[in-house]
């Protein structure tokens, strides 16, 4: 089947086979983007109308006993200054967002286990202070005790990227001690227990190939996740990565735009890593399918330190963002961005 074909199909039935979606990855091409692209841009507007959901991001701890061979925030980078934003301060960045407009808090940070207690305690306290807002978790794998105490706690969404579905290629990611099974279990876990979950990878980190980006197809359309975070790999200069390239931001659009025909309803951001990439990034990711903007809400003095990789976008944006201007861009390419909680909707992926 040609690339027409494929899209035609996966856009109509929403699902493709194993084969057909390894073909579909190794007919990238310019012309393949831009149909790719156009389908997908129609299927987000079909489902979600013109609307983009802002989320706040706090990058509440920088401290991580991990050591991914990609990450600045690696244990045994030395040169990472460490941070654990307090409770108040935390507090502060969701008094911020809220009055912004946002309704969904997103904590993400390092796996930092010394503050797993009072983090409980704040999630808490969020949720009872903000009871209409959602409250979203990025922070890592954790055993399902902790997940449920914070379930129970009020955060209803996770986001755990699996990275890479391909067994062997985590390992090249990541060092022994960290295993591609428990990164599993963690993501069947938070689906069962519930939560909104959140999966997805980088494109173009070392070793990938067009193989285990089909992987991850198969993953994605298997696992079904309510959310998903697609990024380039961009290298970080303190990290065993510093030397290998980029990914590519064309092929990193594509695949949104598969994702966006395989998963319809899914929530799926543009990332912070395709502005970084290109200017305006994720005006094209809205463009393939991207309904999710994530909005730093951080304090500027420690967002600084929260480096995953170089020249991240956002670094030093003022705080008090100018969602005005924000907003007149994407209202030049026929978006508004809206203030909503923005859950995922039970529908035609299921
Ligand atoms: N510790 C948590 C959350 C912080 S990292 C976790 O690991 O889930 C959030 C995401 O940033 C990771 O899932 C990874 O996909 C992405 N990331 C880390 N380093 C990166 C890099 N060098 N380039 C692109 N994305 C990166
Ligand atoms: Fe830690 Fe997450 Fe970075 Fe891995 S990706 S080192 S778990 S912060």
């Known amino acids: ?27 990238f091409s310019p012309e393949s983007e831009k149909y790719a692209m156009n389908l997908a841009g129609k299927k987000a507007l079909s489902v979600f109308g013109n609307k983009i959901y802002y989320r706040g991001i706090v990058e509440f701890t920088n401290i991580c006993r991990n050591n991914c061979y ?40 390092g796996e930092d286990i010394a503050f797993d207690v009072e983090f409980t305690d704040l999630i808490k306290k969020i949720h009872v202070r903000y009871p209409e807002c959602a ?20 955060a209803t969404r996770y986001l755990l990227r699996h990275e890479t579905a391909d067994k062997k290629h ?10 591609f099974d ?65 990914g590519s931001f064309d092929l990193t659009l594509y695949l949104l735009a598969i994702v966006r025909l395989l998963l319809p309803t899914s929530l799926i951001p543009a990332t912070t890593a395709m502005d970084t990439v290109i200017k305006d990034g994720r005006l094209q990711a ?12 951080t304090p500027l003095k420690e967002r600084k330190d929260y480096r995953l990789y170089d020249d991240m976008a956002e670094l030093n944006k003022m705080e008090g963002l100018d ?17 909503d909680r923005g859950d995922y909707k039970e529908g035609v992926n299921k």
Request: hydrophobic residues 35%.
């Open 286 to 297: 809205v463009k393939a399918g991207c309904n999710v903007i994530m909005l730093n809400i």
């Open 70 to 109: 990609y990450c600045g925030l690696r244990k045994d980078n030395e040169k990472c200054k460490r941070y654990r934003l307090t409770e108040d301060q935390i507090l502060s960045c969701c008094e911020n967002g809220y009055r912004l407009g946002m309704r969904t808090f997103v904590l993400q940070g």
């Open 182 to 246: 428990n990164r599993m279990r963690c993501l069947n876990s938070l689906k069962k227990m519930g939560y909104q979950t959140g999966a997805g990878m980088m494109v173009g980190s070392p070793y990938q190939t067009y193989k285990e980006l089909c992987e991850d197809l198969i993953f994605l359309r298997d696992f079904k996740p309510e959310m998903v975070g697609i990024g380039p790999f961009i290298p970080h200069h303190d990290t065993p990565f510093r030397d290998k390239e980029t």
């Open 170 to 179: 985590y390992e090249l990611l990541h060092p022994d001690y960290q295993h």
């Open 1 to 27: 089947m040609s690339y027409k074909e494929l899209l035609n199909k996966l856009n109509t039935e929403q699902w493709l086979e194993d084969k057909e979606l390894l073909q579909l990855v190794f007919a």
């Open 135 to 154: 409250i979203t978790l990025g922070a890592g794998e954790r055993p399902d005790k902790l997940y449920r105490e914070w379930y129970e706690s009020g």
């Open 323 to 339: 969602l005005g201007s924000l907003n007149a861009k994407f209202n030049t390419i026929g978006y508004e961005a809206v203030i």
